[in-house]
């Protein structure tokens, strides 16, 4: 069984920080694509930031240059050091991973449970 776990979430003032984690552990053959994504109340879960095994990144416009994801390969750990943060940052935020899992035939995406981030202003 394969899961991915969530930490660092909480509550924080406007222009405040957070760093998010993700670990990732089970039957895990490889893991390519890492993620982060966010749901706020009422809207659509939004990409906020991908990362390729390799290290190239992907950041949504209305995080760039205050987010920054990376990730620990021998960990199989993502995190999201999210800095500046606005009120409109405030959603559940989502784990996802792409990964090669023992005993499944391709690579399948796995999500975890998500951690919640509230920004006051």
């Known amino acids: 069984q394969v899961q991915l776990v969530e930490s660092g979430g909480g509550s924080v003032q406007a222009g405040g920080s957070l760093r998010l984690s993700c670990a990732a552990s089970?039957?895990?053959?490889?893991?390519?694509?890492m993620g982060w994504y966010r749901q706020a109340p009422g809207k659509q879960r939004e990409l906020v930031a991908t990362?390729?095994?390799?290290?190239?990144?992907n950041y949504a416009d209305s995080v760039k240059g205050r987010f920054t994801i990376s990730r620990d390969n021998v960990k199989n750990e993502v995190y999201l050091q999210m800095t500046s943060l606005t009120p409109e940052d405030t959603a559940v935020y989502y784990c996802?991973?792409?990964?090669?899992?023992?005993?499944?035939?391709?690579?399948?995406?796995?999500w975890g449970q998500g951690t919640q981030v509230t920004v006051s202003s």
């Open positions: 089970g039957s895990i053959l490889g893991i390519a694509n």
């Open positions: 990362i390729t095994g390799g290290g190239f990144t």
């Open positions: 996802n991973a792409e990964m090669a899992v023992m005993g499944v035939r391709h690579t399948s995406f796995y």
